[in-house]
Nanobody, 126 residues
Framework: QVQLVESGGGLVQAGGSLRLSCAAS????????LGWFRQAPGKEREFVAA???????NYADSVKGRFTISRENAKNTVCLQMNSLKPDDTAVYYC????????????????????WGQGTQVTVSS
């Protein structure tokens, strides 16, 4: 059974940092595109960042320069380092994996992803 399990969420003050991790099990994702999405209360789920197996990355404009996505294929994990956090970053954060060979412009699209984690809550206080 394939599972993606997020960890590292929590409560942090504005300006602080958090590092989210997503551990995959059940198969290897070394050739997959891995992504992070988030969903704030009352809002639709939105793209945050993605990383191709070659290491190419794509970020939402709202997090560019503050968030960094990385992956460790040997550990079957993907991480999201979040710095300079803002109250608007408050959301449940989900990791996802895609087996498609989609170009980078499609990585923000949720239908491209085949597997999803259950999410981890990030709350940024002002």
């Amino acid at each position: 059974q394939v599972q993606l399990v997020e960890s590292g969420g929590g409560l942090v003050q504005a300006g602080g940092s958090l590092r989210l991790s997503c551990a995959a099990s059940g198969r290897t994702f070394s050739s997959s595109t891995l992504g992070w999405f988030r969903q704030a209360p009352g809002k639709e789920r939105e793209f945050v960042a993605a990383i191709h197996w070659r290491g190419d990355t794509n970020y939402a404009d709202s997090v560019k320069g503050r968030f960094t996505i990385s992956r460790e294929n040997a550990k079957n994990t993907v991480c999201l380092q979040m710095n300079s956090l803002k109250p608007d970053d408050t959301a449940v954060y989900y990791c996802a994996a895609s087996d498609s060979a989609a170009p980078a412009w499609r990585w923000p699209l949720m239908p491209e992803y085949d597997y999803w984690g259950q999410g981890t809550q990030v709350t940024v206080s002002s």
